[in-house]
């Protein structure tokens, strides 16, 4: 069956909806949720500014036949401004009560590949949310690559407020335990973005795999 066909996608070479409706009866809490007429569940991806969950999202969605959805960017188109403006005009605090918002409307909306922000799975009622209703991958680069990385434009508020290598390792301490909670673990070094497509596919295949056996 080809991806992008109704009631099946594939990962790797595996069919999701016939594994996520074999793990409906395993009662797995995160697959447990699984409507056998809808193509899956959505897959969250969470991790540090830099990490790549905006541009590798984009592409594991286009590879798996499912939409795309960034949530800063829905965000934005919420609230009629730039995520740097929404936090200079609220604040933070505002800016992670919207977030909450918009990410369960993401959620609720259909399975589709949802990049966060990096803040968002650091929130216990979002994190409460992916975990429940979504495969989550914690998508992860060494600090030195986010440093680079997210150099490379100046849209992120919170790198705005000091040094953003003091900043990103703070971030790291604070968040990580958070991002270990995902689903999968994965390194989103350099090379080539489509590779580390590959490595979310083979993950998400083995994660199944082994909860459902040969
Ligand atoms: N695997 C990768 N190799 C090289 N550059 C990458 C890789 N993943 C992301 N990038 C680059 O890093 C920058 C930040 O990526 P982005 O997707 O915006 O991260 P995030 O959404 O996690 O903050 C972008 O310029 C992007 O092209
Ligand atoms: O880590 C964070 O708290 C944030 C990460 C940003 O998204 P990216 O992780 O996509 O850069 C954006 O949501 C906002 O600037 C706050
Ligand atoms: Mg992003």
Not at 43 to 58: D, E, H, N, P, Q
Not at 144 to 167: H, N, S
Not at 168 to 192: F, V
Request: hydrophobic share 40%.
């Amino acid at each position: 069956m080809a991806a992008g066909v109704q009631g099946c996608f594939m990962i790797g070479d595996f069919c999701a909806v016939s594994l996520f409706m074999m793990h409906e009866k395993t009662k797995n809490r995160h697959f447990s949720l699984i409507d056998p007429h809808n193509p899956g569940m959505p897959i969250v991806l969470v991790g540090l500014m830099g990490a790549g969950k905006s541009t590798i999202g984009r592409r594991l969605a286009a590879r798996l036949g499912l939409g795309f959805v960034d949530a800063d960017d829905a965000i934005a188109e919420a609230a009629g401004r730039s995520i740097s403006e929404i936090f200079e005009a609220f604040g933070e605090a505002a800016f992670r009560e919207g977030e909450r918002r918009v990410i369960a409307r993401l959620i609720d909306d259909k399975p589709q590949v949802i990049a966060t922000g990096g803040g968002a799975f650091a929130d216990p009622q979002t994190r409460d949310l992916v975990l429940s209703r979504s495969f989550s991958v914690w998508l992860d680069a060494d600090i030195d690559i986010l440093v680079e990385r997210t150099a490379k434009r100046d849209t992120r508020p919170l790198l705005r407020q000091g040094d953003p290598r003091t900043i990103l390792e703070g971030l790291w301490k604070t968040r990580a335990g958070d991002y270990a909670q995902a689903n999968i673990h994965i390194k989103s070094s350099d090379g080539p973005h489509e590779h580390v497509v590959d490595k979310i596919i083979a993950a998400m295949g083995s994660y199944i795999r082994e909860r459902t056996g040969p």
